[in-house]
């Protein structure tokens, strides 16, 4: 679904976004955590773009704030893949090694924390009203 031939040929087709969401998501979920042997700064780059691509066109400093759908993915989805990506940055920074597993995190935490604020408050809004 996001391989190297579909990103050619949405590319081909002048599906320029598309295929960048292809080249992105390959990249920044995929290879990032399974490829072998790629450097630790690799990583890291790959995932900053994926951060930086998640971040375009979204100001949560507007109001009213973002409801269900953040680019067209779930809220949760959103921040469970925003948190988890920069957990993972930090995570290559304070490992003692300067590595560390890249299978062990993963976006469960995240996915269950904003779960659970949801189904305890509903969705945060000025003052929790």
Same mark, same amino acid.
Request: net charge negative; charged share 25%.
């Given at each position: 679904?996001?391989?190297?031939?579909?990103?050619?040929?949405?590319?081909?087709?002048?599906?320029?976004? +598309?295929?960048?969401?292809?080249?992105? =998501? $390959?990249?920044? #979920?995929?290879?990032?955590?399974?490829?072998?042997?790629?450097?630790? =700064?690799? $990583?890291?780059?790959? $995932?900053?773009?994926?951060?930086?691509?998640?971040? $375009?066109?979204?100001?949560?400093?507007?109001?009213?704030? =973002?409801?269900?759908?953040?680019? /067209?993915? %779930?809220?949760? #989805?959103?921040?469970?893949?925003?948190?988890?990506? +920069?957990?993972?940055?930090? #995570?290559?920074?304070?490992?003692?090694?300067?590595?560390?597993?890249?299978?062990?995190?993963?976006?469960?935490?995240?996915?269950?924390?904003? /779960?659970?604020?949801?189904?305890?408050?509903?969705?945060?809004?000025?003052?929790? %009203?």
């Amino acid at each position: 679904m996001l391989s190297e031939d579909v990103e050619n040929e949405m590319s081909d087709l002048r599906f320029e976004h +598309e295929a960048e969401f292809c080249r992105v =998501f $390959r990249e920044g #979920l995929f290879i990032s955590d399974d490829k072998p042997g790629l450097p630790a =700064f690799e $990583r890291c780059k790959k $995932r900053h773009a994926l951060i930086e691509w998640l971040d $375009r066109r979204v100001d949560f400093g507007v109001f009213p704030p =973002f409801g269900g759908k953040i680019m /067209g993915f %779930s809220h949760i #989805l959103y921040q469970g893949l925003r948190t988890s990506h +920069e957990y993972k940055m930090y #995570l290559s920074v304070i490992a003692n090694a300067g590595t560390y597993c890249v299978r062990a995190p993963n976006t469960l935490c995240s996915e269950s924390f904003f /779960g659970s604020m949801q189904d305890g408050y509903g969705p945060l809004g000025p003052r929790n %009203s």
